[in-house]
């Protein structure tokens, strides 16, 4: 069975800083990965959706990873800002139908 | 012009009764999707429809039924709720590679807070 795991669990770090945000899985056999983005009472906004074949895609600021063969992938976010302050979720999907299993969230915070 | 659309965004009820949830995409995905969101924020799929079609039923209580009356909509109604049941439900549609088509992103709705009194 599937799991993912995100670390760590909150972050704190002042506006300019880059962040790190990790995510592993424990069964390499996914057809893709995602990192979302999720607001206070809002719903999830996908960031970036990286394939299995792929290592990386990048989005403005963003750029993710994926390492299929070890379980990991991360999100870096550049010259972080106020504005990317939310809960950051990584999914994977084993099974073709998009039956994502998501990890628990890394609650970023981002100060001025 | 919202791509994942649901409602209510907020349900109150008591115990025992009966509700739907009701859920519509414009995108032109073949599959949709309900997740559900506990207290601890712990996103766990529920059920899946491509092109009207059960793909995903996770152990979900069968007082919970799902219907998908064309692959642009998709409801999920519960029976005979349930403190346990207090959550945010969460409706979302892509195009899987199980579908024959290239993987996309998954998009959901803002979600339905649920609270059963």
Redesign the interface.
């Known amino acids: 069975k599937q799991e993912v795991t995100q670390i760590p669990a909150a972050l704190s770090v002042p506006e300019g800083e880059n962040l790190v945000l990790n995510c592993s899985f424990t069964d390499s056999a996914i ?2 990965l ?1 990192w ?1 983005r999720q607001d206070p ?6 960031l970036l ?1 990286i ?1 299995s074949s792929q290592r990386e895609q990048t989005s403005g600021r963003l750029n993710a990873s994926l390492d299929k063969s070890s379980g990991r992938s991360t999100l870096y976010i550049a010259a972080s800002q106020p504005g990317d302050s939310a ?1 950051y ?1 990584c ?1 994977v ?1 084993n ?6 299993q ?1 990890g ?2 890394t609650q970023v915070v981002v100060t001025p | 012009d919202t791509a ?1 659309s649901q409602t209510p965004k907020y349900l109150v009820t008591q115990m025992g009764n009966d509700k739907s949830i009701k859920c519509e995409q414009n995108l032109g995905h073949d ?1 949709m ?1 309900w997740y559900k969101q506990d207290s ?6 529920m059920f ?1 429809y ?1 092109n009207k079609e059960l ?2 039923n996770e152990t979900v209580p069968n007082r919970f039924s799902p219907k998908s009356p064309d692959k642009a909509h998709l409801n999920l109604h519960i029976n005979s709720l349930e403190l346990g049941d207090s959550a945010v439900y ?1 409706c ?1 549609s ?1 195009q ?4 024959g088509k290239v ?9 339905t807070q649920l609270s059963v009194l």
């Open positions: 057809y893709n995602q979302f009472g809002k719903g999830l906004t996908s959706l394939q809960t979720l999914a999907d099974d073709s139908w998009g039956k994502f998501f628990a969230g | 994942v599959t999707y601890k924020k712990f996103l766990k799929i899946s491509n793909i995903i969460f979302a892509s899987p590679h199980g579908g993987n996309e992103k998954l998009f959901f709705g803002s979600g």
